[in-house]
C-alpha cells in the first residue's frame, strides 16, 4: 500500500521490507537492522553495522531517493537471471562491502547493483563475500554501478612437446595434446592458446616444459580468467647447436 507518514523512519533491530510506496518518509538502518523489499522509499542511509537487502523472498528492485551506503555497512544481493537492484532517484553515495548469493542461472559476467540519476558522490565500496573461484571488481558505467565477476578456469589433460635445437630462448612447441580447460559454465565458449615455455634455455635432457604464458579466447574469454595451479607440465631436452667454420686462414710453412 501507500504510506503518507512524512517523518523519519529509523530501523533499529530486524528487517524492514518496503513492498508497497513510503516516498514521503527517509529510512534510517542503524547496525544490526536490515531494509528490504521491491517498492519505494524516499531515500535510504545505511549507517556502520546495518545491511541493505533488495528483494523481498527473492531477486528483486528496491527504489529509493538520495542513497548512502556508510563504511561499516552492507549490501546483501542475490545473483543470476533475475538480480537485486536499487534503482536511485538521486544522489549516490557508497561505501561498505558487497556480499553476493548465488540464484537460479549465476555465472561470471557484469550486474548492476545501483543505478542513479544524480551524482555519485563517493565510491569505495568494496567486494566482500562471493562464490569460490571467482574475484570481483566494482566498475561504475555512465549511471550505473556494477558488479563485475570473473571466474577462474584450470587446465586439465596432458601434452608433449618437441626437443629442439639450442637457440638462446625458452620457447618450446606443442607436439600433441588432451588439453582442456574446467570450470567453464553452461554454453560459453572459451578456448586455450597453449604457449609452452622451458624453465631455462640450457642444454639439457628431460627439462620441465609448463603452460606459463598460456591464455583464454573466445566469445565469452573476458569472464574468466586462467589459472595454472594444478596444470601439467612435461618434460623435453634441449641439444647443443653445431656449430661450422667459416672464412679463410693461411698457415706458415715450416
Known amino acids: ?3 503518507t507518514f512524512s517523518g523519519t523512519t529509523t530501523v533499529n533491530g530486524g528487517t ?3 513492498n508497497g510506496t513510503d516516498a514521503s518518509s527517509a529510512v534510517t538502518v542503524n547496525s544490526g537492522a536490515t531494509l528490504g523489499g521491491t517498492g519505494t522509499v524516499a531515500g535510504v542511509t545505511v549507517a556502520s553495522g546495518g545491511s541493505l537487502s533488495p528483494g523481498s523472498g527473492g531477486a528483486g528492485t528496491l ?5 548512502t551506503l556508510a563504511s561499516g555497512s552492507a549490501l546483501n544481493v542475490d545473483l543470476g537471471t533475475s538480480s ?6 538521486g544522489n549516490l553515495s557508497l561505501a561498505g562491502t558487497v556480499n ?3 540464484g537460479t542461472g549465476f555465472g561470471p559476467g557484469t550486474y548492476t547493483l545501483f543505478t542513479f540519476t544524480g551524482s555519485l558522490t563517493s565510491n569505495t565500496l568494496a567486494v566482500g563475500t562471493i562464490p569460490a573461484g571467482y574475484s570481483g571488481q566494482i566498475v561504475v558505467s555512465g549511471s550505473n554501478v556494477n558488479l563485475v565477476l570473473t571466474k577462474s578456469l584450470t587446465i586439465t589433460g596432458t601434452f608433449t612437446a618437441n626437443d629442439k635445437t639450442y637457440d638462446g630462448a625458452t620457447s618450446a612447441v606443442i607436439n600433441a595434446n588432451s588439453l582442456a580447460l574446467s570450470g567453464v559454465v553452461g ?3 572459451v578456448t ?7 624453465a631455462d634455455a640450457l642444454v639439457g635432457s628431460g627439462k620441465t616444459v609448463s603452460l606459463t604464458g598460456s591464455t583464454l579466447g573466445g566469445a565469452n574469454a573476458a569472464k ?5 595451479a594444478g596444470a601439467p607440465t612435461t618434460t623435453a631436452s634441449i641439444t647443443a647447436k653445431t656449430l661450422t667454420v667459416g672464412g679463410s686462414f693461411t698457415a706458415n710453412d715450416k
Open 1 to 3: 500500500g501507500t504510506n
Open 16 to 18: 524492514l521490507l518496503v
Open 63 to 67: 527504489n529509493t531517493g538520495a542513497f
Open 84 to 89: 537485486d537492484l536499487v534503482a536511485v532517484t
Open 100 to 102: 553476493v548469493t548465488t
Open 187 to 189: 554454453a560459453d565458449v
Open 192 to 198: 586455450l592458446s597453449p604457449t609452452l615455455v622451458f
Open 224 to 228: 574468466y580468467t586462467l589459472s595454472l
